[in-house]
């Protein structure tokens, strides 16, 4: 029995190692998705906190997160968020902005999302659901009862259901979590600026 179980281990290794040499030309396409995936996410939050800096500091500061020098925090913020979504974009300098745009997530975490608790999106049914998600239940029970009665329900939810958003820390450690993924990877054998430029670097070296 032990015997067959050694040999049905190392055929699954081999075939998995054959099948890793198959797809061995495409290996950096799973960077790539990843670096995608984050591109417009950093990038838009970096436009809406650009698009009102004058708010974004306030926030940044005294009547939100209250944190110190909230010019130079709100700032830096901004600047990691459209320059990491740029850089990410072009697979340059990948591991390295990957940095600085996971220390924003950890910021964004433990300053906004942690209180909130997992859930982004208030679930009754998902796993990790707090006192705050439950009791959001009711809440967005009573709002549609309210919008059937005073409005347009079809229209209203035409473009989806309604949901009450917990701004939990679900998102934003799932983007960190890529982030941290891109640092092992980088940006990817191909699909990258780094890729080339590597390249370019070693014949040069030689």
Same mark, same amino acid.
């Given at each position: 029995m032990s *015997?067959?179980?050694? #040999?049905? +281990?190392? *055929?699954?290794d081999a075939l998995l190692d054959r099948?890793?040499?198959? @797809? !061995? %030309?495409?290996?950096g396409l799973p960077a790539?998705?990843?670096?995608?995936?984050? +591109? %417009? $996410?950093?990038w838009t939050a970096g436009m809406n906190k650009l698009a009102a800096f004058s708010d974004t500091i306030a926030w940044f500061g005294a009547d939100g997160l209250g944190l110190p020098f909230p010019t130079i925090m709100a700032s830096?913020? *901004?600047g990691t968020e459209l320059s990491g979504a740029v850089l990410l974009a072009l697979g340059l300098f990948t591991r390295w902005i990957s940095i600085p745009l996971i220390v924003t997530m950890l910021v964004a975490i433990?300053? $906004?999302?942690?209180? #909130?608790?997992? !859930?982004? @999106?208030? &679930?009754q049914t998902a796993p990790f659901a707090n006192m705050r998600v439950m009791e959001a239940g009711d809440k967005i029970q009573a709002a549609r009862e309210i919008l059937k009665e005073h409005g347009d329900y079809d229209w209203l939810t035409s473009s989806g259901n309604f949901a009450i958003i917990n701004n939990g820390v679900e998102f934003?450690?799932?983007?960190? +979590?890529?982030l941290l993924a891109l640092i092992k990877m980088g940006g990817g054998r191909f699909v990258? +600026? &780094?890729y080339w430029v590597r390249r370019v670097v070693k014949r040069w070296v030689r």
């Open positions: *015997t067959f179980i050694k #040999n049905s +281990v190392s *055929t699954l099948l890793g040499q198959i @797809i !061995q %030309p495409v290996d790539l998705a990843l670096r995608l995936y984050l +591109v %417009p $996410v950093f830096l913020a *901004t433990f300053t $906004v999302h942690l209180p #909130n608790g997992w !859930q982004a @999106i208030a &679930d934003a450690v799932t983007y960190l +979590v890529m990258s +600026v &780094d």
